[in-house]
């Protein structure tokens, strides 16, 4: 009898404790609408690793739903993937004009030098005879 006892004592402290957890990382409307609202500010800033760490977040203490966390982190690897895709091509580009610049410059006989006295990004002069 005693140990009946004890085990209901018992389930009844793991179920009231288990039901303020519950509870307690419940979401709520408010914090569901603030979560997105601090996602929906770090896309405005571009800032995709921070929607990254916030959709994780969130979504491991419930104040996402599952399915939404899931979306944010997608959309944020797709943004991070667009933007080093761009940054590479772009680089790419720019090697590749200065190739061909300096190919012509010299071919007309002149030569391309940075500028370094220029501090505000990069200047290149090209300095050509005079035919």
């Known amino acids: 009898m005693k140990n009946n006892n004890r085990l209901m004592v018992l389930m009844l402290i793991t179920s009231t404790m288990l039901l303020f957890?519950?509870?307690k990382n419940?979401?709520?409307?408010q914090n569901a609408a603030t979560s997105l609202e601090q996602i929906k500010e770090a896309d405005q800033q571009n800032d995709y690793t921070r929607i990254l760490h916030?959709?994780?977040s969130l979504g491991a203490t419930g104040e996402l739903k599952e399915g939404a966390s899931y979306y944010w982190q997608g959309y944020a690897y797709y943004r991070m993937k667009q933007r080093h895709t761009a940054e590479?091509?772009?680089r790419e580009a720019i090697e590749i004009g200065l190739t061909v610049a300096?190919?012509?410059?010299?071919r007309m006989g002149g030569e391309i030098t940075l500028d370094t006295?220029?501090?505000t990004g990069a200047r290149f002069?090209?300095?050509l005879p005079i035919a």
């Open 26 to 29: 419940s979401t709520t409307p």
């Open 88 to 90: 590479f091509y772009w």
């Open 54 to 56: 916030l959709a994780d």
């Open 21 to 23: 957890q519950n509870c």
């Open 117 to 119: 006295s220029y501090k």
């Open 125 to 127: 002069v090209m300095e």
């Open 102 to 106: 300096r190919s012509l410059v010299r």
